[in-house]
């Protein structure tokens, strides 16, 4: 018996050092890739990778929202630590100037920098493992014609400032399933060319995916919505979707200019429609909405329209309640009295997707923190929303969150206090 655990003890002990030495992470680098491309191929392939770039949204993850852009240094808060995302720039030193073609596949491809270290999982290789060959090539060409910026990011914090790279192994082990990009030969081009740019490059589903305890992409669960940095994504899938109102143009219009009658885009989302979206080429974003709104028939579900106040919203003793009154002193002049909002100044909250979303968790901490302003593509802006915080009480926020929920999102159960007191603070 003493044996037998020895054995097992052994084993596990030689499996566990195989796969921190890496011995399971493959190497998915096509041959090509370690022939180096020319000057004259670099110059005609970076148009093409610009475009790329703005569908990965390389830049909304390395740039600041004032600044060089690809200089790095955006920080991402996990609940182990902070990670600042690296210089792309071709600096040599602080960048990726010493990158070879192979190096550039291999950090896309298998999630694995120069010099052969784990990247975590911040970088989406997960998702950006499915794109072909070509593309990776002319993304390499695009960031290798930018300005090298000789600039270092700080340093990551909590677990990250410890050697755990290599750990990632582990990691990778259990929630890198190698995937391929969803073709379907029945479908339109459209629906192909969005399931090749949601599921790969776009990554939509890092954000909008939930994580398993592990903080791996639970692709069981593919666009189901989940909480991150504070803000729930909301469900991608067509009928959550369709029951927000939006329809394949509709949500085409939304990611261009990331605003809609669905409300205006923020959070994490504003910066994928500054670095991202809305500077893509509409054929592309055409095809997102084409395959986010399909149905698993094929066919697109009808948008509904924004939801009926429900009797909640009123009292039939007083006529106003005190949510109603709450929203006419303090949302109203900006909001309009029948929540029409103002152009260029303010979101309409009829039609308003925040008010529909079951967790009030994005309502209520706007509502806390604001929205600092805003600028969008065509020239377009939505001003400073301040934060209520210290304005209102926890429950006063509460009755005017049930108010607006039952008045515009059809959403009749109360916001309770507690909820709000769970916000954090973020702004004075």
Known sequence: MRKTLLVIVAVLVLGGLAVLSGAFRGNHIAVAAFEPLSAEEMAVLAPRGRELAFSGDCLGCHSPMQGPIAVGGVPFDTPFGTLYSPNITPDPTYGIGEYTRADFHRVLRDGIARGGHNLYPAMPFVFTQITTDDDIDAIYAYMMSLEPIAQDVPANTGVFAFPLRPFMNFWTLLNFPRRTAPEDPDRPEAWNRGAYLVEGLGHCGACHTPMNFMMGTDFARALEGAVIEGLEAPSLQATALAAHGFDVPGLTEFLASGIGPQGTTFGGMYTVTHFSTGSMQRDDLTAIATYLLTLPD??????????????????????????EALYLSACASCHGDTGAGIPDVA?????????????????????????????????????????????????????LATWLRAQWGGIADPVQEAAVTEIPRTRN
């Open 298 to 323: 094929g066919t697109l579900p009808e948008p509904s329209p924004p939801p009926a106040p429900l009797p909640e919203a009123t009292d039939p003793a007083l006529g106003v309640t005190a949510g």
């Open 347 to 399: 979101p309409a909250m009829r039609g308003n997707a925040t008010l529909a979303l079951e967790n009030p968790l994005n309502l209520l901490t706007v509502m806390l923190n604001g929205i600092p302003t805003e600028e969008f593509p065509r020239g377009k802006r939505m001003y400073a929303m301040p934060p209520f915080a210290h304005v209102l009480s926890d429950a006063d926020i509460a009755r």
